[in-house]
């Protein structure tokens, strides 16, 4: 289980997070959702360590690692995929995969990401930086993935994509989630994350506006919350 605990977080005297609570129980699906500057992408860093709260906790099944950095997250289990994606552009598809490997299980890793994205495996002396967008986020998602991460806290993994691209990489999301992956998701196109979600949390201003299943939602509420979103 992935906690938040009453977190309260900002930057630089802003406050952006006041007070959220949210719990991605071990094997689930939670979608976070909001609309622009609510503090979605502010969460996740939160949560994957890189932005320190100024108040609340951040646990790992009871463990408190509030005060962690980001590679003790890591070696918990806990592995952020970052909006931008988080490459190294001037790396090979190869060297990506094989720096996120535990030493002497690099080419073990290599082989399970070009399981995962069959097209990364046709590229891989190319430069990070010279793929298209669709293979970047594969790329991205298959560093997560060599980690066998227990958590993987994934923000707006669809973002500028091709519908085909973002098919592809939702089936892999439902792969990863049936093998038991717990996954936090933050996600532009509503439907799509709530399709795939055992629980949604939507937040609004930096607060939770609701928390549930996504059946719950009602609809109209949700549409209330966001102003220009579409789907
Ligand atoms: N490094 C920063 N310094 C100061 N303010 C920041 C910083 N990063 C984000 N903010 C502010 O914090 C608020 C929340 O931003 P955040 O990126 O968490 O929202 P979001 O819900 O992910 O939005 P979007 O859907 O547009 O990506 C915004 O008002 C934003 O301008």
């Not at 959702?33 to 609340?56: E, I, M, Y």
């Not at 290599?110 to 002396?125: C, I, K, T, Y």
């Not at 970047?136 to 085909?164: C, F, H, I, N, T």
């Amino acid at each position: 289980m992935f906690e938040l605990e009453n977190v309260h977080a900002g930057y630089a005297g802003a406050t952006v997070l006041r007070g959220v609570s949210l719990r991605v129980p071990a094997g689930s699906v939670v979608a976070l959702l909001g609309p622009n500057g609510a503090g979605k992408t502010t969460l996740l860093r939160v949560a994957s360590g890189l932005l320190r709260p100024t108040a609340g906790r951040v646990l790992v099944d009871g463990r408190d690692f509030t005060a962690a950095p980001p590679h003790r997250l890591v070696a918990a289990g806990v592995c952020h995929v970052p909006e931008g994606r988080g490459v190294f552009p001037s790396l090979s598809v190869r060297d990506n995969i094989e720096v996120q490997a535990r030493p002497g299980t690099e080419a073990e890793a290599f082989d399970r990401a070009v399981a995962a994205f069959p097209r990364l495996g046709e590229r891989m002396h190319q430069q990070a930086g010279t793929l298209s967008g669709g293979e970047q986020q594969m790329l991205a998602l298959a560093r997560a993935y060599v980690q066998r991460p227990a958590v993987v806290l994934l923000d707006e993994v669809s973002m500028g994509l091709a519908p085909k691209v973002v098919d592809e990489i939702f089936a892999f999301l439902a792969r990863l989630a049936a093998e038991g992956t717990s996954l936090l998701l933050v996600e532009q196109y509503v439907a799509r994350a709530l399709g795939s979600a055992d629980y949604v949390y939507l937040l609004n201003r930096g607060e939770l506006a609701f928390v549930g299943e996504p059946t719950e939602l009602d609809a109209t509420a949700l549409a209330a919350q966001y102003v220009g979103a579409s789907d």
